[in-house]
């Protein structure tokens, strides 16, 4: 076993095939979209994924923690609203561009973290790093050739900034309430039941219940319950606890580069130069302040 906070092949080959997952969600909720609606999709995928996590903890034993259900009510709320927002900016922009602005929540966690837990404090080179991924974000916003195209409008590349914004919030209230302590199992529970309700909430309100059971339904659904929301996430809590957080959250950039790669080849989405100009200052902050992270904090 490497010593916690080194990070050696085993961890990096996981952290790649992991960010490659995270990478290809949001393309799966825009490829099946016309078939399954986003919110639909989010849905059903949280309430398959929390029988199995429910399934894992009944298992091993676990019950939740009494005491927890509020901070946890909050979680899964600010989870809920995360993918709710990422469902209605996928309805109105590109998924390449979803995913970037949603892989700007390392950004208001640090914020977040720097104003509320004082062992968080930011540090110049992640200051640094948060100016630059701004800068790309005013300039993927205001340097685009026209507000709104086929592809894309400010309203969806706004939706998915909100939606980093709100997985952002999630990172601080866990960190910031004794959630910090609870089993990944517990903290994932909460999360997939929050966007249960939510987006289930949302898929009826807005007229998104309609479901064409095609084999690319089936296929975004599969993928996204037991790989994404199931598998990949417990990968992750597993990896968090042999190795260093700061360290793996070095690679938190590779996923909205897997994002925008496979936009471009499996949808065949278009990149904009100002939209390609400011990915690339919103990635190079992320990764300033993920290799500035104070020792133990998760991305």
Known sequence: MAARGTVDTRAASIMV??????????????????????????????????????????ARGERLTPGLWKPGLLVGLLFGMEYLLVSEGLRHTTAAHVTVFLYTSPIFAAIG?????????LRALQWLGIAMAFAGIATAFLARSAPTTAHTSVTGDL???????????????????????????????????GATVLLTAQ?????????????????SLGFQTLVVSFASFLAWFWLLRHYSASRLGVFSFLTPLF?????????????????????????????????????????
Not at 28 to 44: D, R, V, Y
Request: net charge positive; with cysteine.
């Open 113 to 121: 973290l720097h104003i509320r837990v004082p062992s968080e404090r």
């Open 259 to 299: 994002g925008v790669g496979f936009s471009v080849w499996l949808l065949n989405e278009p990149l904009e130069p100002a939209f390609v100009v400011g990915a690339a200052f919103v990635l190079a902050g992320i990764v300033l302040v993920s290799a500035g992270a104070g020792k133990g904090r998760a991305p």
């Open 159 to 193: 939706l998915g900034l909100l939606a980093g914004a709100a997985w952002g919030l999630t990172t601080v209230s866990v960190r910031g309430s004794a959630l910090t302590a609870a089993p990944a199992t517990e903290t994932l529970l909460y999360q997939l039941m």
């Open 17 to 58: 095939v992991l960010c490659m997952i995270w990478g290809l969600q949001q393309i799966a909720l825009k490829g099946a979209a016309p078939h399954i609606a986003p919110a639909m999709q989010i849905a059903l995928r949280s309430a398959g994924a929390a029988l199995l996590v429910a399934a894992l903890m009944a």
């Open 203 to 219: 898929a009826f309100f807005t007229g998104q219940t309609h479901i064409q059971w095609t084999p690319t339904a089936w296929a």
